[in-house]
């Protein structure tokens, strides 16, 4: 079973959990991650936790469902912004957002603009992310030419001097596809047959950076098990560990 799927059915079950890695303030981390979002020309995507952290817990549900389970293309839309779970008085502290917010959608700005902001209430109240894919849907492809645009700029400033996408059967890096991912989303929209294909390297950076390891922030729990970052969460008896060389020759031939 692929890791992926395996977090997913505990995400499902409600196993998965995603808490406030430090309490208390957080500060320090929105600048950083204001740095971080414009350093790659993405928005910031806050999920922002109460004291109690009880009210977040169906973001952090819905999020986790999102990774686990969530398609392809769905998960592609996480690649085109950054990601930062942070205490909401810390939140309330830089712009005005309601203590109801499940997320919340930052502009690049060294003074954070929201662009939208998505209410608890309006979850699926069992953790499925339709409602939360939508919402990201509708702000992150508002203006995705330009989202585009900006990218390439900062693509060629950053001196990654790759293939274009039309280059099949170029296959870009990790790195590459964070950088580019507004570049690579508009490219899959608009070639139906690499649609699939683009996408799936889209999300796979997307998981890599949030699902894979504990995303900025916060932490993944799994039952009483704490997840630690790129360790297999089956048992430790050696039937479920794939080198990572042969998991790339697998990915490469079955996707």
Known sequence: MKRRTFLGLAAASGAAKLVLATPGSTAPDLRAALVRAQAKGKPLLILPIGPDMDGSKLAGLTLGQLLGRGSDEDVALLALCEFQALAISDLQAAVTVGAGAAFVLLDKLDSPRVLGTLGRGELDPQGGPEP???????????????????????????????????????????????????????????????????????????????????????KWVLGPMTRTPQSDPCPACGMAFMPPRAKEFLDYYTK
């Open 132 to 218: 939360f894919v939508a919402w990201l849907h509708k702000l992150l492809t508002a203006d995705l030419a330009q989202a585009s645009q900006q990218c390439a700029e900062l693509w060629y400033v950053g001196g990654l001097h790759v293939e274009p996408p039309h280059a099949v059967p170029w296959r870009p890096r990790a790195e590459e596809t964070d950088r580019a991912a507004a570049m690579l989303y508009e490219f899959a929209l608009e070639n139906q047959d690499q649609r699939a294909r683009w996408m799936g390297f889209l999300a796979q950076s997307a998981a890599a950076r949030l699902w894979d390891q504990d995303p900025p922030g916060a």
